[in-house]
């Protein structure tokens, strides 16, 4: 690898070399600017470039920054090391007249406090890292023989390896951004009596494995859905702790005006963002109706002369008015306001010994993760849906017979995609329109889960408008440019934004799974113990039948796509998302397909009627 210093210069000279190209490219038009020599102001320069060099140019000026604020933060943390308070007024901060090493960073950077605290962060995380991976000697530190007169260095333990020692070793490799470390460690938190060095270091290696080309707060999302799924008890204490801090307060400016101040529960909170979500979606990009007076109702709403704030405080006022007399079809038209909860069935069946639920579910809309005891108040207001899906996530198929998704395909669907599946769009899933990868006129195509994705209607006009296609090679999705943007047209991975997508580190799975297995029955059990992967001759009736759908089976392996030749019919879009031939006759399909019921919906205050969406 090479040198620090090397990389930098490498970096700085390319970025370089690009500026002077536009330089000398404006010299040679003529410039504008006055004086002899003079050269346009570099918002002017670049904006002569060609869109290739500017992307370049884009990309290697924030490898740049990124570099740089590499050596800031080692920097801001050997500050800290020389400014620790053991150290008293001899330290570096305090002989320089700063407190601390915050503020000693901030002075010299010029950046915010919030900016150096995390600088000073990352750097002490560097530090730390590096110290117990790379231990050195240190010449202030030897010790004098007293008879011989020489220095020996002392004996002393290698320091452990942080948790997020493969955070920095990342930096260190330039396979992650400085500025993304400190988001990944607070997503994943500290450790505690529950969370041990060994899993957050696990959840930080998985993360790794896959933030290639991924944001920074994407990453940090990522994070709090895994320290979420090995931490319930922390949801629980996290959400008793909102609940008990729940305010609405009252005041008065010095103009007079009256004023609030809110601080929310997390379930309230959910609830509001749901009540205002659904009657301010058409001036939020939301998805374009179908029914004539939803329509008319959306564009209304689009021609309204108020002002987003002025019309979310008349929407919360009416409903604060109507209370439970109020029609809700009148506010809110046919897309009520309501919380849709997801738990899978592993995680309902956890259970303490007094049969409390103490498995986390998730908002179906953004990810955050529901405590046991929340989940299960509402399993007895609002009850339950059971969505069965197949070994990829793909939960409900209505071939041809329906054009637009089911309001239940779009349910599956947003538990699959998580929302808008187009490349760092972060529109949850009540956002979105269903898009048919494979389009229903030109392309025959089925309206199946396998078959279609969420997109926002932002990104779904893009898909139409601007020669975009979306394909599936077995359970995996890419999005393929246009020769406009990328000659080549090099499919580009397409990532589920799903909270189920984000399991925990497999090691941890397995040891939550050793700590769940109970000790046999005192008793005696009734018959031996059931075989998972076995299948029933026939179906049972009744309440076994209910229990028997809930015992997981591994259906057999999909193809990766489908080969030429391969049967056509229903079961052809399972391996692939090209069309298939219609033309299979009744006789010749196979046995039905077998899915999973791996997920439990909680439709919490309200269940959407059925109807098609787009």
């Not at 346009?40 to 060609?50: E, F, G």
């Not at 006009?461 to 999005?479: C, D, M, P, Q, T």
């Not at 075989?531 to 229990?547: H, I, L, R, W, Y």
């Amino acid at each position: 690898m090479a040198h620090v210093s090397e990389q930098i210069r490498r970096i700085a000279q390319d970025m370089c070399d690009r500026i002077a190209s536009l330089e000398s490219h404006s010299s040679s038009l003529g410039s504008n600017a006055t004086g002899p020599g003079a050269v346009p102001p570099l918002s002017l320069l670049v904006d002569r470039a060609t869109d290739a060099d500017l992307e370049h140019l884009l990309r290697e000026a924030s490898r740049l920054r990124s570099e740089a604020d590499a050596v800031v933060a080692a920097t801001a943390g050997v500050v800290a090391k020389r400014s620790v308070r053991d150290l008293g007024y001899s330290g570096l901060a305090k002989r320089n007249g700063d407190h601390n090493a915050v503020d000693m960073v901030q002075r010299l950077t010029g950046s915010t406090r919030v900016e150096a605290a995390r600088q000073v962060k990352l750097g002490e995380a560097m530090g730390e890292a590096d110290a117990a991976t790379h231990p050195t000697g240190n010449s202030t530190d030897l010790l004098h023989e007293p008879e011989t007169g020489s220095s020996i260095e002392p004996s002393r333990p290698t320091p452990e390896a942080p948790w997020h020692e493969p955070l920095t070793r990342a930096v260190r490799n330039r396979l992650l951004k400085p500025e993304a470390v400190t988001i990944i460690m607070r997503g994943l938190g500290e450790p505690n009596e529950r969370v041990s060095v060994e899993d957050l270091r696990l959840s930080a290696e998985q993360i790794l494995d896959d933030a290639a080309g991924v944001n920074a707060d994407e990453l940090g999302r990522r994070a709090r859905l895994i320290r979420d799924q090995i931490d319930p008890v922390g949801v629980r204490l996290r959400w008793d702790q909102h609940f008990e801090n729940r305010k609405w307060r009252f005041s008065r400016s010095a103009e007079g005006v009256r004023t609030a101040w809110v601080e929310f529960d997390d379930e309230s909170a959910a609830f509001i963002d749901q009540l205002v979500g659904v009657g301010m979606r058409p001036r939020r990009g939301g998805p374009r109706m179908v029914d004539p007076a939803e329509a008319e109702r959306a564009k209304q709403l689009l021609d309204d002369p108020r002002s987003n704030d002025q019309l979310v405080f008349d929407l919360i006022m009416a409903t604060l008015k109507a209370g439970v007399e109020a029609d809700p079809t009148v506010a809110f038209g046919s897309r009520q306001p309501g919380v849709r909860i997801v738990i899978t069935e592993e995680q309902f069946h956890r259970r303490d010994a007094d049969g409390r639920l103490t498995g986390t579910g998730f908002n179906e809309d953004t990810g955050e993760a529901i405590p046991g005891n929340i989940i299960e108040r509402n399993i007895c207001t609002s009850g339950t849906r059971l969505v069965t899906v197949d070994e990829h996530n793909n939960p409900l198929d209505v071939g041809r017979e329906e054009r637009c998704f089911t309001t239940k395909q779009r349910v599956g669907l947003a538990i699959r995609d998580g929302g808008c599946v187009f490349e760092d769009c972060t529109k949850p899933p009540s956002y979105t329109e269903a898009h048919h990868i494979n389009e229903w006129a030109a392309d025959n195509g089925l309206t199946d889960i396998a078959d279609g994705v969420l997109l926002c209607h932002e990104d779904h006009l893009l898909v139409h408008n601007n020669g975009w296609k979306i394909i599936r090679e077995g359970s995996n999705y890419f999005a393929i440019p246009p020769a406009s943007v990328d000659p080549e047209q090099k499919p580009r991975p397409i990532r589920s934004k799903s909270t189920l997508k984000q399991p925990p580190p497999k090691a941890l799975q397995a040891r939550a799974a050793e700590n769940r297995q109970t000790p046999p029955d005192p008793a005696g059990a009734a018959g031996p113990p059931v075989d998972p992967t076995t299948v029933p001759e026939k179906p049972p009736s009744g309440e076994a039948m209910e229990a028997e759908e809930l015992i997981t089976r591994t259906p057999p392996p999909l193809p990766p796509r489908q080969a030429p030749g391969s049967p056509p019919g229903p079961s052809a879009p399972s391996g692939s998302s090209r069309p298939a031939n219609r033309g299979r006759s009744p006789e010749s399909e196979p046995h039905g397909r077998r899915r999973e019921s791996n997920y439990r919906v909680l439709d919490s205050w309200y269940v959407p009627p059925e109807k098609p969406s787009p």
